[in-house]
């Protein structure tokens, strides 16, 4: 990925987003909360002594942690996966493409967009888009009301948000028109930055797998001129 490119993508959007719903807000469009704008879905870790549960390779499973590693805008699968059988016995729920992580505790605020279907552990309250709503408007809303959102958790040891707590987050819901406008102009964006997050880690993988073989001598350069 060639981060500027994608820097001013993510300025590009941002500024259309605070240009129609901050800048040009219409007091006729509808105050509401979160839970207008998709539906919140809490997560869940399934038993840690069942080593049955979890593999390398099954159900995408998403932590706070893993977002702190990779800081891509999406991500479709974490350290872990689970398996069908840690999903069962878990209150771990499938969620779909372009449903909306955010990380509720330890930290707070962490955001990505699901590059395919995933679950997550407790430490989230993602929002699955409503279909006239879309993702873009749903990620850039979360991104904006962060200091409003961190302002409503609650907890001794630490913050944290609840489920309730996240549902009642006060929102304004545009209309029809802009919100197909936004998700419209987002569309291509965001596919240019998935492609260049994709290529990013393919060479990132290619260069681990390298930079070992070349150390140890298994891979002769010897004959390489530069």
């Given at each position: ?30 105050t509401g909360t979160i839970s207008d704008l998709g539906t919140v879905v809490g997560g869940s ?154 290529q990013n880690q393919s060479l990132a993988k290619l260069r681990d797998s390298l930079l070992p073989?070349l150390m140890s001598g298994e891979i002769d350069v010897s004959a390489v001129h530069l």
């Amino acid at each position: 990925m060639s981060p500027p490119i994608n820097d001013n993508l993510e300025q590009q959007a941002q500024s259309y987003f605070q240009e129609l719903f901050v800048d040009n807000a219409s007091p006729e469009w509808t105050t509401g909360t979160i839970s207008d704008l998709g539906t919140v879905v809490g997560g869940s870790t399934p038993s840690k002594a069942k080593p049955e549960y979890y593999t390398e390779s099954g159900i995408a499973w998403i932590t706070p942690k893993d977002l702190s590693i990779n800081k891509s805008k999406f991500i479709s699968h974490g350290e872990n996966d689970i398996t069908e059988l840690g999903l069962k016995n878990s209150s771990a729920a499938i969620m779909p493409e372009g449903t909306v992580l955010f990380s509720s505790r330890a930290p707070i605020g962490y955001i990505a967009i699901a590059a395919g279907e995933v679950t997550t552990n407790q430490g989230f309250k993602s929002v699955v888009p409503k279909p006239e709503i879309g993702t873009p408007f749903v990620y850039f809303f979360l991104k904006n009301t962060l200091p409003v959102i961190e302002g409503m958790a609650s907890g001794s040891t630490f913050k944290e948000v609840s489920g309730s707590t996240m549902k009642n987050v006060p929102a304004v819901i545009p209309d029809a028109a802009i919100l197909a406008k936004f998700s419209d102009f987002c569309a291509p964006i965001f596919a240019q930055q998935r492609t260049l997050e994709e290529q990013n880690q393919s060479l990132a993988k290619l260069r681990d797998s390298l930079l070992p073989k070349l150390m140890s001598g298994e891979i002769d350069v010897s004959a390489v001129h530069l």
